[in-house]
């Protein structure tokens, strides 16, 4: 190597044997194994001093840094290192050529048929990993467990209407769509439904009619308005002193219409948009309150088909704790308002009868549908009559037994209302609470668990 700072290194001409073509010179002259005889290499031969080439500057300069001699005593320099350098021979070029090529096609033909067809290069090697989609979030109402567009629906109020059901008023309007309807006596024996709605949004609700304290309290408990026209003197004077949200008709008519289709008083009739916009402008918000226990559906199937079990329930039953329950009958009052449910297995509900008939709902545009709830229940309470001896008095505070009537089954168990305010909840006779069904829920009060039976 060559120093710009120092002078040339003088030249002498020594005859040195220049490197073995057996040497590698990528290895240490003193890992070679003097021995192995490289016949496949370029041929060697035999050279004497005489007839020595020149050595060229390179080994030169490692020969004079190999004979210790101070070749530049003015000048001293770091010992230069050893630069093997390796040279490959014809047959070393010949092999390694070839293998680059194959390599190199190789590479660039599985990386075009990766980009071009979609086929890995190592399949061998390469592991495919799918990734699952994320399971869709359902949003449920909390009035009734059905899926609902979003989480905004559960911020509307829960709105309460009372629907008369005296045979004038049939077919009522609404009572389909209804998610949760509570049934009892008014007066005379003639009952009437407080029905609930939030994800429901129907345009014909009617007849509306009056309020009792009974359906008061059940409204409560879901912290519901309360859509009525007048009512008892004690439901009036329980509505204002309980502080329920109140839409009484006779405060605000413009939310009610008088149909000309029937005569008074079986013509009053509302719609949620109307209510909701009467609510708004009264501040009544997104009601709090804790919806009933939601399950999937689970139709019972039983192994002996056609067994009948009537009025209680079945302690024999192995396979499943549940007792078949495929038509229900509840004698509240009398032939017209009494009740009848068939089961129906194709849409897992009970299709309602009373008075020896369906049970219509009629929608506005005069199309009619016969009612099917998802869940029956029945609450067994004190029933009787107020001072005025002519409305009915019913002791919903409290508890009691109950059935619970759903996938084709009943279940026995009790009902518990603390207070006017709470909610009204189920339990099985374990103590543990009864999930219902998503969909419509019609709870019945009866007096007596005599009269319901089943079969």
Known sequence: MIDDFNPQPVRRHVAVEPPSPKIRYDESPASVDPDVDDTDDEPTEQISEAQAPEPSEDILEIQQADDGIDHQPDTPSPKPRRQWKWRPTKKQLAISIPVVLVILTTGSAAAWVQTHKGVKATPSTTKTIVKKKPAPIVITSTLTGLPVADASV????????????????????????????????????????????????????????????????????????????????????????????????????GSYQRINSRYAPHNVYTNITQLNQLESSKGFGASSFTGFPRKKDSPYQSPNVG???????????????????????????????????????????????????????????????????????????????????????????????????????????????????????????????????????????LSGADQVTFK
């Open 307 to 445: 067994t009948k079990v009537t009025g209680k329930i079945n302690e024999a039953a192995t396979h499943d704790s549940r007792t078949p329950a495929a038509t229900i009958d509840m004698n509240i009052s009398g032939y017209y308002y009494n009740t009848h449910y068939d089961y129906d297995t194709t849409t897992n509900s009970y299709k309602r009868s009373e008075g020896g008939a369906p049970h219509l709902s009629q929608h506005k545009d005069g199309s009619k549908v016969q009612i099917q709830p998802k869940v029956v229940v029945v609450m067994v309470m004190q029933y009787g009559l107020e001072a005025d001896d002519h409305h009915s008095q019913y002791n919903v505070i409290g508890t009691g037994d109950a059935f619970v009537f759903q996938d084709g089954t009943a279940t026995k168990g009790t009902w518990v209302k603390n207070d006017a305010n709470s909610q009204i909840t189920f339990a099985d006779q374990d103590g543990k609470p009864i999930p219902f069904n998503a969909g419509q829920t019609w709870l019945t009060a």
């Open 154 to 253: 559960n911020q509307r109020p829960v709105t309460g209407v009372m629907v008369e059901n005296s045979p004038d008023a049939r077919p009522q309007s609404g009572l389909d769509q209804a998610g949760v309807v509570f049934e009892a006596i008014a007066e005379g024996g003639i009952t009437r439904f407080l029905t609930l709605f939030q994800d429901s949004q129907p345009d014909y609700i009617g007849p509306v009619r009056s309020a009792r304290p009974y359906y008061v309290q059940w409204c409560m408990g879901f912290d519901c308005s309360l859509a009525h026209v007048g009512g008892s003197p004690e439901a009036l004077d329980d509505i204002k002193s309980w502080g329920v949200k109140d839409l009484d008709q006779f405060a605000n008519g």
